[in-house]
């Protein structure tokens, strides 16, 4: 399949202050998109300017949800350069998350090729400011204007580009978490290790809640026994106890995070012990209170590391430190991981692409 470049009539402003950027509500001049036929497959790749789609209003993604998205980043480097992290695995559990959701996969290197083009041509959008960079989000929506319940036969895959600011606009303070027994996020044979628009939509609830009770983020429970730790907010959870990263095993009810694959390798590079298994929230608040526990952290695309200061479970509150300054193993990884991707540390895993 070839990939046209069509015409850029009308460029945009770039943003005159990158402090100002916030996150993913700027975007780039441009999109990359391509359709998908049953019986032809996928065809009319293009890179054009960013617009609107056009969709029936009984479009399959509209009333059943059948959709998936990824979220990778590029960085300015400090000579300047521009560099991808890990985008191979991303597009990789792109084509995971199709699978789950009956959604046709894409020709991983024909992607992964029209990505760095894309973000070629927009590289004046990739911000120069410490902690920015360019937020890539890659998409599939079911697009069969009909109403009844199975696979669309029709699709449509894009990929938008918006220029981030730094996540942490008051530091890198660490997070106050409500562990909620009451809503689930997913279970076991359900979606939850798809990265699919549902799975979001569910958390909402508690989310806001959680945010109404002065929390920053929710801490989701096993949905079988409403006892084991699964992730935070969209991010997957870590505990140092007993001088060990304790997180939850892969079982199919949690993202497989890259940047949980990379702070774990990150974390064995260290000699540090990673232990893979299920954690309970009496374990979390015995462990606390005994000292076991000396810092808790999440993992994800957007903040890369979120240092975590307090958890809040029914009546019960417990405290990481003085809850108002992450932990030094905490910073440790943090400061490691982004000079990887920003081109400060020596990238020793073979993780950064540069463009």
């Known amino acids: 399949m070839d990939l046209k470049i069509l015409p850029l009539p009308n460029p945009k402003p770039r943003p005159a202050d990158e402090s100002q950027l916030g996150f993913g509500k700027q975007f780039t001049d441009r999109m990359f998109i391509m359709e998908y036929a049953t019986g032809k ?20 993604v509209l009333h059943y949800a059948q959709e998936i998205f990824e979220g990778l980043k590029a960085f300015r480097r400090d000579d300047g350069s521009i560099a991808l992290f890990r985008a191979g695995d991303n597009v990789r559990r792109f084509n995971r998350s199709a699978a789950r959701m009956c959604m046709p996969e894409v020709d991983e290197g024909f992607f992964l090729d029209a990505i760095r083009q894309l973000v070629r041509l927009e590289a004046d ?7 920015t960079a360019l937020y890539i989000r890659p998409t599939m929506i079911a697009a069969d204007p009909y109403l009844g319940v199975h696979p669309s036969d029709t699709y449509l895959c894009y990929v938008i580009l918006s220029p981030v600011g730094a996540y942490y606009k008051g530091g890198f303070s660490p997070v106050r978490i409500w562990i909620s027994d009451e809503y689930v996020r997913a279970s076991l044979g359900g979606t939850g290790e798809a990265k699919t628009g549902g799975n979001y939509a569910a958390s909402l609830k508690a989310s806001m809640e959680a945010e109404s009770r002065g929390f920053d983020q929710v ?3 096993d949905a079988e026994h409403r006892n084991y730790v699964e992730e935070v907010g969209s991010m997957n959870m870590c505990f140092v106890i007993d001088g ?3 997180t939850s095993p892969l079982r199919g009810t949690i993202l497989d995070g890259v940047t949980r694959r990379s702070i774990l390798a990150l974390v064995n590079d260290l000699g540090v012990e990673v232990e893979e298994r299920a954690l309970s929230v009496d374990e979390i608040f015995e462990a606390i209170a005994s000292g076991r526990m000396t810092e808790a952290f999440g993992t994800g695309t957007a903040a890369v590391v979120s240092p975590v200061g307090q958890f809040t479970y029914r009546d019960r509150t417990a405290t990481l430190g003085d809850g108002r300054q992450a932990g030094a193993f905490t910073m440790k990884l943090y400061e490691t991981l982004t000079g990887i991707q920003y081109g400060r540390i020596s990238d020793r895993h073979g993780w950064v692409e540069a463009l």
């Open 219 to 221: 801490l989701w429970l």
């Open 41 to 60: 497959g996928w065809h009319s790749a293009r890179i054009q300017p960013y617009g609107p789609l056009s969709l029936d209003p009984a479009c399959a």
């Open 125 to 131: 959008w990739v911000p120069r400011s410490p902690g």
């Open 244 to 246: 060990k990263v304790v």
